[in-house]
């Protein structure tokens, strides 16, 4: 292993909005981890299937469609039934502070919204992904 934190960063859903999801993967690679940028609208199955294929840490999602709910639901049920359920899960975008403690519960790591910095989000995984 190379002992740098993969990560996988994905748009699931439809939204078409990605420059966000696009600058935090430039400054978590610009920090020495290796990304893996899906693109635009992936499905949750395509998500967790890429993160296992990429052997990735972690998977940060970016939702700003207002399904984020169900896409975290999804990508976490989708990684425990693959084995898969110590890949850390974070995320980012347009997301309710009333929904923040249901997708805690629900097993998401870590959700940042507009006005975070990328060094706090690259700190954050710094400090809460290992590397393998």
């Known amino acids: 292993m190379s002992g740098r934190i993969r990560v996988v960063v994905a748009k699931p859903g439809l939204d078409g909005h990605d420059r966000g999801a696009k600058v935090v993967a430039r400054a978590l ?13 992936q499905t949750p199955e395509q998500v967790v299937q890429t993160a296992i294929q990429e052997d990735a840490d972690v998977v940060g999602l970016s939702v700003l469609s207002g399904a984020h709910l169900t896409l975290f639901a999804r990508v976490i049920e989708l990684l425990r039934d693959k084995g898969a359920a110590d890949v850390v899960v974070f995320g980012g975008g347009i997301i ?4 923040l403690p249901r997708l805690r519960e629900m097993g998401v790591a870590k959700v940042f919204t507009p006005g975070a910095t990328t060094q706090e989000i690259v700190d954050w995984v710094r400090g809460n992904v290992p590397a393998q």
């Open 96 to 99: 309710p502070d009333d929904d």
């Open 29 to 41: 690679r610009d920090a020495g981890m290796e990304v893996i940028y899906t693109g635009l609208h």
